[in-house]
């Protein structure tokens, strides 16, 4: 097996998923930031521990690294944002990914 680098942005809100990949980190990266920029307004602060599953949605960037045995080592960073904003979000991501690829 071959090496593999995958670099992608997921949205998790009331048991909905969706991801998109991405060729380079930075590249992930640079989308990642513009899509919390749009949102900020809808961001909770730090992690929402006393607010229902069902009111959060989950924005994350993950790195997975998967070696030539299949080891893998993954990492994710996370935001939070008001349910609310998830259809916008996705109709923001899925314009501006579009344009990218």
């Not at 992608?8 to 809100?13: D, K, P, R, T």
Request: charged share 40%; aromatic share 14%; with cysteine.
């Amino acid at each position: 097996m071959a090496e593999k680098q995958v670099y992608s942005i997921e949205v998790l809100c009331r048991g909905k998923y969706e991801s998109w990949e991405f060729e380079q980190e930075d590249e992930r990266d640079r989308f990642y930031e513009s899509v919390k920029k749009e949102f900020a307004d809808h961001a909770f602060e730090e992690e929402p521990t006393d607010v229902e599953d069902t009111e959060i949605l989950q924005l994350s960037a993950n790195s997975m690294h998967i070696d030539e045995e299949g080891e893998v080592d993954q990492k994710m960073r996370y935001d939070w944002f008001h349910y609310d904003s998830f259809g916008d979000m996705l109709a923001y991501i899925n314009e501006h990914y579009k344009e990218k690829h």
